[in-house]
């Protein structure tokens, strides 16, 4: 095997705790002998388990010595939950290290790179990294940004419209489009929408049918707290955490409004008067990645604040007329001439995905 196919299999192994690792990296890791021959593999399945680097090498044991270590980002060299793997990785007598990405995190950025080398051992560093960038948006976005990952979705019409008429539940996407969605909220962190749609859909924001081994945590953007306490996705807390944001300046005018929230099972939170501030607010829960469902308001708050990294939109061979509700207030379904990353057929509907801000 040569060395790209070790490390696209390290990134596979990453791959498979998506949405369980917050607030850690996805992180896969591959140990091939002297002799060329894969003795250990391993991904680290969530924040508080040991590191892949280290369940891989546990595999490898002895025919480690003298081998190569695939890792899709830099190994860590202090103590956290767990011990630094740079560490086990010199125990272990490996001579090369081959690393797809350096750390965003400061604590380490460079560091456990130069610890490995400092013992003598081979460290390569860049291969496949584009993709292991991508693979860990959320991290790297929390690191550099203080932010969580931004991701948008929403169903539109052909003419551009995400609603019959203000405030009217209109049902434009697949049954197929549907289950993909699910999809989309289990490997994000929180499902977030404006108060206009808890008004006007009243949603539950679960992740149905798919298997999590984290809480789907749903938030609200509300500035006039609006939600009312007898909202269903407030029935179901026992599925997720509800977090709602609204402004400062409500929360000190309205405190009996907030106390009602909040006995009915939410976390009330100020902040949300800048959506800037309202996200960077999330970091504290666990949430490195937030898909943003609607309204239409709240996701041109987000790209007009320049806020948004990746857009998911799903057009349905339907036409709602010049009542309906602009998507993103202008119907442009092209996202400002961007060009989408991919464009599939799902059922009857085409399902665009933009990179809005590449592989930061």
């Known amino acids: 095997?040569?060395?790209?196919?070790?490390?696209?299999?390290?990134?596979?192994?990453?791959?498979?705790?998506?949405?369980?690792?917050?607030?850690?990296?996805?992180?896969?890791?591959?140990?091939?002998?002297?002799?060329?021959?894969?003795?250990?593999?391993?991904?680290?399945?969530?924040?508080?388990?040991?590191?892949?680097?280290?369940?891989?090498?546990?595999?490898?044991g002895p025919r480690a010595l003298g081998g190569t270590l695939f890792v899709t980002l830099e190994p860590c060299c202090h103590h956290g939950r767990t011990p630094p793997c740079t560490a086990r990785i010199i125990e272990?007598?490996?001579?090369?290290?081959?690393?797809?990405?350096?750390?965003?995190?400061?604590?380490?950025?460079?560091?456990?790179?130069?610890?490995?080398?400092?013992?003598?051992?081979r460290v390569d560093v860049g291969l496949l990294e584009a993709e292991a960038r991508r693979l860990n948006r959320p991290f790297v976005t929390v690191q550099t940004l203080g932010r969580p990952e931004v991701i948008i979705k929403a169903a539109t019409s052909a003419d551009g419209r995400i609603a019959a008429r203000p405030g009217?539940?209109?049902?434009?996407s697949s049954p197929e489009s549907a289950r993909r969605t699910q999809h989309l909220r289990a490997m994000a962190d929180a499902v977030a929408v404006g108060a206009g749609t808890v008004l006007a859909d009243d949603p539950l924001l679960t992740?149905?049918?798919?298997?999590?081994?984290?809480?789907?945590?749903?938030?609200?953007?509300?500035?006039?707290?609006?939600?009312?306490?007898?909202?269903?996705?407030?029935?179901?807390?026992?599925?997720?955490?509800?977090?709602?944001?609204?402004?400062?300046?409500?929360?000190?005018?309205?405190?009996?409004?907030?106390?009602?929230?909040?006995?009915?099972?939410?976390?009330?939170?100020?902040?949300?008067?800048?959506?800037?501030?309202?996200?960077?607010?999330?970091?504290?829960?666990?949430?490195?990645?937030?898909l943003v469902e609607g309204g239409a308001l709240v996701h041109r708050a987000l790209l007009d604040?320049?806020?948004?990294?990746?857009?998911?939109?799903?057009?349905?061979?339907?036409?709602?007329?010049?009542?309906?509700v602009l998507l993103f207030g202008t119907g442009d379904v092209g996202m400002g001439g961007t060009a989408p990353r991919s464009v599939e057929r799902v059922g009857p509907d085409t399902w665009m995905e933009f990179d809005v801000h590449g592989n930061r």
């Open 92 to 121: 272990s007598g490996v001579a090369r290290v081959v690393v797809a990405m350096v750390d965003p995190n400061p604590i380490v950025h460079g560091r456990g790179i130069s610890e490995l080398r400092a013992a003598g051992i």
């Open 305 to 324: 604040a320049d806020l948004v990294d990746t857009a998911h939109l799903i057009v349905a061979p339907v036409r709602l007329g010049p009542g309906g």
């Open 1 to 60: 095997m040569i060395d790209e196919d070790l490390m696209r299999r390290a990134l596979f192994h990453a791959g498979r705790a998506a949405g369980a690792t917050t607030p850690n990296p996805l992180v896969g890791a591959v140990v091939v002998s002297a002799g060329g021959v894969i003795v250990g593999q391993a991904r680290h399945p969530r924040a508080g388990d040991p590191h892949a680097e280290v369940l891989a090498l546990d595999e490898a």
């Open 207 to 290: 992740a149905r049918d798919m298997v999590r081994s984290r809480p789907l945590t749903r938030v609200v953007f509300d500035r006039r707290l609006r939600t009312p306490p007898r909202a269903r996705l407030l029935a179901t807390v026992e599925d997720g955490p509800v977090i709602i944001l609204t402004t400062d300046q409500v929360l000190e005018r309205e405190p009996a409004r907030a106390r009602a929230l909040q006995d009915a099972g939410a976390t009330v939170a100020g902040g949300g008067d800048d959506i800037a501030r309202a996200l960077r607010r999330l970091v504290a829960y666990d949430i490195s990645s937030v």
């Open 168 to 172: 009217e539940r209109t049902a434009i």
